[in-house]
Structure formats: C-alpha cells, structure tokens
C-alpha cells in the first residue's frame, strides 16, 4: 500500500523536481524537493533511474534531491522555506496550493465531485488560469493531482453528526473548509498538523481523521483505527508546485523538455494510483476494518451543499463555482 502511494506520487514528483536551478561549474545544481512521504526502495530506485535519465538528458546539469517523510518540516514549513529558497519543490495539498492559487480550494467544494471524470475535466479548463495566478504569486504549478477518495477513519463508528460530536474528531489548521463543516454541524476538532496525526491517534488525543484508504496506510494512520465509512465524502486535491526563480534560471528548451516528461509520467502513475487508492480500500476488510454505513446519506449530502455555498465569496467566488458546477454536471456518472 505505502510502496504504491510512493512510487504514484514519487514518480511524477520526480520528474517535477528538475524545474530549476541555475548551473555550476563545479557540478550539477542539486535541486531540493521535499515530501511527507516515507523513503522506500522502490522509490530509492525511482530516484536513481531518474537521475541517470536527467544526466543523460541535460549532459549533467541538474541533479534533484528528496527530503522524505518530512524531514524538511510540515507542509506549512516547507512552504516558507520555498519562499526563502531552501527548498525547490514540493507536492502540496490544495490548502497550502491555495496560498499560490487562491481560488484552487474549489477542487474540494463538498457535493462537486463524484468521478474522476468530472476532476480531470474541471483541471483541464482551469489549468491556465490558476497557471498564470502561480506564477504571479512566485510558484509554478507543475502537474494537479489527486490521492485518493476521502473517507472517514475512526476508532468507533460514525454514522451521524452525533457521532462526529461525542468523538475527538482531527482537524487540519490549514483547512478551512472542514474548520467551517465542524462550525456548522457543532463539532470541536483537535488541531494538529499532518506530521502529529500518527502520535495523536496513539495516544487517543483524537479518535477520527478524514484520509484516503491509500494514504491512511502512507502515513500508517490506519493501523491507529478500526472503522472506515463505506461511502467516500470527497477527493483529495493537490498540486507539485516550485519556486518560479527555480522554474524560470531554466532555458526553454529544459522547461518544455521537463513538462513534457513530466505529463507522461503523471498521466500513467495518475491511472495506477487511483487504482491503488481502491485496492487499499478493500485490503483493509481483510486486515478487519468494518465498514460504516452513513444513517442518512441524504443529511450529510445536504451538509455539503450548505457548506459549498457557504464558502462563496470566502474562498472562491460565485462564478467560479456556476463553472465548475456547469463541467461537471457534463461528466456525471457512477458515483465515485
């Protein structure tokens, strides 16, 4: 599980990674990527082939290094230091990516999304302009991608709002949408950043995070609960963004060559990841998760159009929202 999620992710980060650096005489420029993903052997492989690919490409111009599982701080540090320069590259979640492409929170807009179809088209048609905003704001976004199909982990089951109130549901500081579900449904969330969850699941600081199958098994947070919803809530959204001084000391021909191997990668790790994200999820029947049936499907769906709506003019506007309302009501299909 954690090997797929590395090597889906890695990959395509991989390949994002060479997007800039100025040259050395004395050597290849050592582009610095950071990443909350564990190191594994597959990925240490992927690493290497990568590098002796990029040697041969540039004639030994560059050269990237990965700071994994963290080692270069939470999202939220690794984001400052990108700023300051001290690291390239990163993939993000959409909250973070938000502070380079504000209006980028509408990739997780509760009851927007339900198939990968209507996610690939929406990408599709914001591509350029959430591009331009990057690049405005000092980053640019190398590929959007998606990790998997939110559901709720927990120790004892949730099945309604009640449940989500009698629990130490996890919050993310850095996420304001479900700062503002927890607010309308009278929940008390326990903050902590991403790099806490595994500690506060242990010691029963919280009881219940909101994670895909595929990442929960990452992050080893599945090993911490015992229920799992059966029914996804939303996608998890985000992007591998870089330092536009980074992107920009590159020539021309290195940005599009970069791009160029970069979508290849991404559109075939893209595929396996998704599928990987669906074999972790019945995995966990066969380590003794028990699945967890909503008591009213229809009262969370109704949270989410409230909430949706609710954060018009908040963190993204009305028009954006009839957009990317009016694309994905083009692709719609089986649920999820």
């Known amino acids: ?44 492989l992927d690493e290497k082939k990568f590098n002796k690919r990029l040697a041969e490409m540039t004639g030994g111009e560059v050269k990237f290094r990965t700071y994994y599982g963290g080692a270069a701080g939470d999202d939220k540090t690794v984001m400052r230091k990108m700023r300051t320069g001290q690291i390239d590259a990163a993939p993000m979640g959409v909250q973070l990516v938000s502070r380079a492409v504000p209006q ?20 599709a048609a914001l591509h350029d302009e959430f591009g331009a905003t990057a690049m405005k704001n000092g980053f640019k976004v190398m590929s959007w991608w998606d ?22 549901p996890w919050l993310y500081p850095e996420e304001p949408l479900l ?41 080893r947070w599945s090993s911490k609960t015992k229920y799992v919803s059966n029914t996804p809530v939303n996608i998890i959204q985000g992007a591998f963004i870089m330092r536009r001084p980074t992107w920009d000391s590159f020539s021309k021909k290195t940005q599009e060559t970069v791009m160029e191997l970069q979508d290849e990668a991404l559109n075939r790790q893209q595929k396996r990841f998704r ?20 008591e009213n ?14 954060m018009v003019g908040r963190i993204y506007d009305r028009k954006l929202l009839k957009r990317v309302e009016a694309i994905a009501a083009k692709h719609k299909g089986a649920d999820f």
Request: glycine letters at 8%; charged letters at 20%.
């Open 1 to 44: 599980m954690r090997s797929a999620l590395c090597t889906a992710i890695g990959a395509a980060l991989l390949l994002a990674a060479p997007g800039g650096s100025s040259l050395h005489a004395a050597g290849p420029k050592i582009v610095r990527v950071s990443t909350m993903l564990p190191r594994t052997p597959s990925v240490a």
């Open 104 to 123: 980028s929170l509408i990739m997780m807009a509760p009851q927007t999304f339900t198939n990968y179809k209507q996610i690939d088209a929406v990408r």
């Open 147 to 168: 990790a998997g199909k939110v559901r709720i982990f927990s120790k004892q089951p949730v099945r309604n709002f009640r449940d989500l109130q009698k629990g130490r």
């Open 179 to 219: 700062k503002a579900f927890y607010k309308m449904v009278k929940v008390t969330g326990v903050p902590l950043d991403l790099n806490e969850v595994y500690a506060g699941l242990s010691t029963n600081m919280i009881d219940i995070v909101w994670i895909s199958a595929v990442l929960a098994g990452a992050f």
């Open 275 to 294: 599928k990987s994200d669906e074999t972790a999820f019945k995995k966990l029947f066969k380590r003794g998760f028990k699945g967890v049936d909503f």
């Open 297 to 310: 499907d229809a009262v969370w769906q109704a949270a989410g159009r409230k909430l949706r709506d609710k």
